[in-house]
């Protein structure tokens, strides 16, 4: 299940720090994933990507953007992925996903690309952002010793804040703004909990009351080795080279009887109905799916004939607790 990759990957590119007015900034980040099952038990996605990225720091600042370079996907089409007052408009283009680095290599090479920008509420233009050599992190992300099951077993006792132990990673020569950033969303893609620490950190604390009871969340936590130039950009601006290792793990803070949909200690038909429903909207971000996308109970982000078994076994069992 690849719920929500793309954009996670890319938000580590979002370019955080826009400088002045009119302030324009490109960035870069390629970016490999993980998933992690069990303590231990890390296996990559072998989807290495890249987001393209130009930033504009106003509200409908540019019209059109594309980006012409040396390679095979050139020109890169780009689309808008933010527009707001507060955060101004951010245009993406993305590689193909591919089976391994040297693939997404020879595919985004190192070397000039040139963003050209067709003028809305900010001036257009030409300019050239230079992407760097791939320098990822050796280290693999990974939640150590046991992190990965106490963070299942955490509904048990949501009272005391969560404590958890992580790999980190060293950090490549001449990066200069590398961090491990690590966030928690649920799977409906709200963000209930975010850190960003530096590459050394070899623990992290979720708060007590961080995460709340009764829904099914994922974490990511990025390995990203960043290399920053402030003021490369335009008016201010920056550019951004990122390269990131990201591993995503599952949890879920719902009772012992999932299944029970409205929360009545039986699984029945009013149960059904309401599974039923779900399964038509599929998706657990579909802005019609109900709040906490009930009926994903398998945590994943859709509601799709794998919940549909475990659906039909508890509705066979009718009392949720049979004892
Ligand atoms: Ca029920
Ligand atoms: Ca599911």
Same mark, same amino acid.
């Given at each position: ?16 720090? =826009? ?90 090479? @190192? ?12 001036? %257009? ?34 009272? =005391? ?12 020569? %001449? ?22 620490? @530096? ?34 950009? &335009? ?11 990201? /591993? ?12 029970? &949909?409205?929360?009545?200690?039986? /699984?029945?038909?009013?149960?059904? /109905? ?50």
């Amino acid at each position: 299940m690849k719920f929500g990759v793309l954009a996670a990957a890319a938000m580590v590119s979002a370019v955080g720090s =826009l400088a002045s007015a009119q302030a324009v900034s490109f960035a870069s980040s390629k970016a490999e994933n993980y998933l992690q099952t069990g303590d231990g038990a890390v296996t990559p996605y072998n989807d290495w990507s890249c987001v393209l990225s130009i930033a504009g720091d106003t509200f409908d600042a540019f019209s059109d953007c594309s980006i012409s370079y040396a390679g095979p996907l050139s020109p890169i089409t780009m689309g808008i992925v933010g527009n707001d007052a507060m955060f101004g408009q951010q245009w993406y283009g993305y590689s193909s996903l591919n089976p391994d680095l040297a693939s997404l290599d020879a595919e985004i090479p @190192p070397g000039d690309y040139t963003f050209d920008f067709t003028g809305n509420a900010l001036p %257009g233009g030409s300019h050239v952002f230079t992407l760097l050599p791939s320098a990822f992190c050796v280290e693999t992300p990974e939640l150590l010793s046991d992190t990965y099951s106490r963070l299942q077993s955490y509904k048990d006792d949501m009272s =005391l804040d969560f404590i958890g132990q992580m790999s980190g990673f060293a950090d490549q020569p %001449g990066a200069n703004s590398s961090s491990i950033s690590f966030i928690v969303y649920d799977t409906q893609g709200r963000v209930f909990w975010s850190t960003n620490l @530096p590459p050394t950190a070899i623990s992290f604390t979720i708060p007590t009351g961080s995460i709340e009871p009764g829904r099914a969340y994922f974490g990511v936590m990025f390995y990203t080795v960043s290399f920053f130039d402030a003021g490369a950009g &335009i008016n201010g601006g920056n550019h951004t080279n990122s390269f990131s290792r990201n /591993v995503f793990f599952y949890f879920n803070t719902r009772g012992p009887c999932p299944a029970d &949909i409205n929360e009545d200690t039986l /699984v029945d038909d009013e149960d059904f /109905v309401l599974f039923a429903q779900a399964y038509n909207i599929l998706l657990c971000g579909d802005v019609a799916m109900p709040d906490r996308c009930p009926a994903d109970l398998t945590n994943e982000g859709v509601v799709d004939d794998t919940d549909f078994v475990q659906f039909a076994q508890a509705y066979d069992q009718l009392l949720c607790n049979p004892e």
